[in-house]
C-alpha cells in the first residue's frame, strides 16, 4: 500500500499545474492542486476571496478517487492570479503561525496554572 | 468607519441590546424554528458597505483568542474565538486525518492455530494504537519498514491447576493474547537509539485472541509511519471535533410558571431563577452548556421571547488522543501541517517561477 501523501522516493511529480483558457489574460487561472482537498482547498479559498483584487474565487474537487482539486481565481484589473495565489498562501500560513503560537503559550500557561493548583 | 463603534452586543447574562441586523447576519447563526439562518461566511471585501472585509494580519491578531479549558493526559477542550470555519476546520480534518503516526502496516503469519483466521488477526493487529513517536521515523516505500514488532506466545496446561477445576483461568497458562505480549524487536541501532522510548502498545489490555493448550501465534509484524487520509488506523485522535458556542438571548422579562417552563426546555444550568421583588425571574446564567435543542421553539408562548443563536467565530474544540501522541501535541502538529502545505505551494510557485 502506497501511503498517500507520502511520496518519498517516488518520483517526484509537480504538485501544482495551471491551466488557462485560450486567450484569457494571466487574471484569470484554474491552478489544480495535486493531493489536496477541501482542508487546503476551503481555508485559502477564504483567505483568497478576503482580497479586494479578487473578483472570482472558488474550487471544486474533480472526482471522489482523483486526488485534486481545481482552484480557480479571477482578478480584477488584470493582476496576475499566481500573485494573489501567493498572497493567499502567505496570508493562511502567518493566521496559521499566530494560531500555533497562541496555542502553546495558552498551553504552557494552562500547565503552570494545574501546577500550582497541585501544590 | 463607523463599523468600530458598534461593539459586539451579548453580555452574558445579561438582557443583551438587540444587535444590528448587519451585524447579527455578519456574526451569528441564527437557530429559527423551522431552520438555521445565516449558516454562511458572508464577510469578504464589497459585501458589506461600511465594513472593511480585507484579510488584515494584525486586525486578526488583536481578535483572535484560545484559552485552554481543560486537559489531561488524553484529552484537550479549548476556545478558539475569532477565526473563520474555513481555518478551524481546516485544523479539525488535519486533527482526524493528516497527522502522521505509526502503526502495524504488515502482518508475518509464521503459525496460527488458534481459531481466530488469519485475515481477522490481522486486522486486528492493524489496529492498535502503537507507541512510537512519528516524528522520529520517516514515511516509507512500499516492502521498507520503520521497527518491528513481535508476538510469540504457545498456550499451555497449567500443572498446578486442581483437578476439578473448571476455569480456563486457572486450567491453562498463556490462554488470552493481550496487546501487552507484543514485544518490540530493534533492528540495527534502534536499540540504544530509542533505549528509553519503550516503543509497544499504548493499551496493554487489548484482548487479541483466546487459545487453548497447544495452539500458539507466531508473527512477526512491520510497522510503518502513515496518516489517516491512507487508513483510519493511522488516524492520532479517537475524535476530534467542534461546536459553535450558544448564545441565548431572552427578549422580554419571563417569570413565574413561564419562567419555570423556559428553564426546563435548555440543558441543567443554563437558564436559572433569579428573586426579584419576590418574582421569579429567569435568566440566562451559562449558554455554553446548552445543547442547541430547540425544545424552547416547540411552546408558542415561549417561542417569541427567546432568540437562539451560535456566536459564529466561537469555536469549541474537543480533541481526544488515542495515547500515542499528548492531545496539545497533535494540534500542534496539526497546525504545523497546514503551515507546511501552504509552504510547499510557495515553493513550487517559487520554482516554476525562476524556469
Known amino acids: ?119 | 468607519m463607523y463599523c468600530n463603534t458598534v461593539e459586539k452586543a451579548g453580555g452574558a447574562g445579561k438582557m443583551a441590546a438587540p444587535m444590528r441586523n448587519v451585524d447579527e447576519i455578519r456574526d451569528r447563526v441564527i437557530l429559527g424554528e423551522f431552520g438555521v439562518r445565516n449558516v454562511h461566511s458572508t464577510d469578504f471585501p464589497g459585501n458589506y458597505p461600511g465594513y472593511d472585509d480585507t484579510w488584515d494580519l494584525r486586525k486578526f491578531k488583536k481578535n483572535f483568542r484560545l484559552d485552554v479549558f481543560h486537559m489531561d493526559e488524553n484529552t484537550l477542550e479549548f476556545d478558539m474565538v475569532g477565526i473563520d470555519a474555513a481555518v478551524a476546520n481546516a485544523f479539525r480534518r488535519i486533527l482526524l486525518a493528516e497527522v502522521p503516526t505509526m502503526a502495524i502496516e504488515k502482518v508475518f503469519i509464521y503459525n496460527n492455530t488458534s481459531i481466530i483466521q488469519d485475515e481477522i488477526l490481522a486486522h486486528r493487529l492493524g489496529l492498535i494504537p502503537i507507541k512510537a513517536d512519528p516524528r522520529l521515523f520517516e514515511y516509507r516505500n512500499a516492502g521498507e519498514v520503520d521497527f518491528l514488532l513481535q508476538l510469540k506466545i504457545k498456550c499451555t496446561r497449567n500443572p498446578r491447576a486442581s483437578k476439578d477445576s473448571s476455569d480456563p483461568k486457572e486450567l491453562y497458562k498463556n490462554h488470552m493474547v493481550y496487546s501487552k505480549d507484543i514485544t518490540w524487536v530493534p533492528i540495527g541501532n534502534q536499540a540504544d537509539v530509542f533505549a528509553d522510548a519503550k516503543i509497544g502498545p499504548v493499551h496493554g489490555d487489548i484482548l487479541l485472541a483466546q487459545l487453548r493448550p497447544g495452539q500458539e501465534l507466531d508473527i512477526v509484524m512491520h510497522c510503518v509511519k502513515g496518516i489517516g487520509k491512507d487508513h483510519a488506523k493511522f488516524s492520532p485522535v479517537a475524535t476530534a471535533s467542534y461546536r459553535l458556542l450558544p448564545e441565548i438571548t431572552l427578549l422580554q422579562t419571563i417569570e413565574g410558571e413561564k419562567a419555570e417552563r423556559l428553564k426546563r426546555c435548555f440543558s441543567p444550568g443554563v437558564i436559572e431563577l433569579e428573586n426579584i421583588d419576590g418574582r421569579r425571574v429567569a435568566k440566562v446564567v451559562n449558554s455554553r452548556l446548552d445543547t442547541c435543542s430547540r425544545e424552547v421553539l416547540r411552546h408558542d408562548d415561549l417561542k417569541s421571547l427567546v432568540k437562539l443563536g451560535r456566536v459564529r467565530d466561537h469555536f469549541i474544540f474537543s480533541v481526544e488522543s488515542t495515547g500515542i501522541l499528548p492531545p496539545d501535541v497533535l494540534v500542534s502538529e496539526a497546525i504545523n501541517v497546514l503551515i507546511a502545505k501552504c509552504q510547499k505551494f510557495l515553493n513550487e510557485i517559487d520554482s516554476t517561477e525562476m524556469e
Open chain 1, 1 to 119: 500500500m502506497a501511503g498517500a501523501g507520502a511520496g518519498a522516493g517516488a518520483e517526484r511529480k509537480a504538485q501544482l499545474e495551471t491551466v488557462q483558457a485560450d486567450g484569457a489574460d494571466e487574471g484569470c487561472v484554474t491552478f489544480v492542486l495535486h493531493g489536496e482537498d477541501h482542508t487546503l482547498g476551503n481555508s485559502l479559498r477564504y483567505m483568497v476571496m478576503k482580497n479586494p483584487d479578487v473578483e472570482f474565487c472558488g474550487y471544486s474537487i474533480t472526482h471522489p478517487s482523483e486526488s485534486k482539486i481545481n482552484f480557480r481565481i479571477q482578478t480584477r484589473g488584470g493582476i496576475p492570479a499566481t500573485e494573489i495565489l501567493c498572497k493567499g498562501l502567505n496570508d493562511l500560513s502567518n493566521a496559521s503561525k499566530h494560531v500555533l503560537q497562541t496555542f502553546e503559550a495558552q498551553v504552557k500557561e494552562f500547565r503552570l496554572k494545574q501546577g500550582e493548583a497541585m501544590e
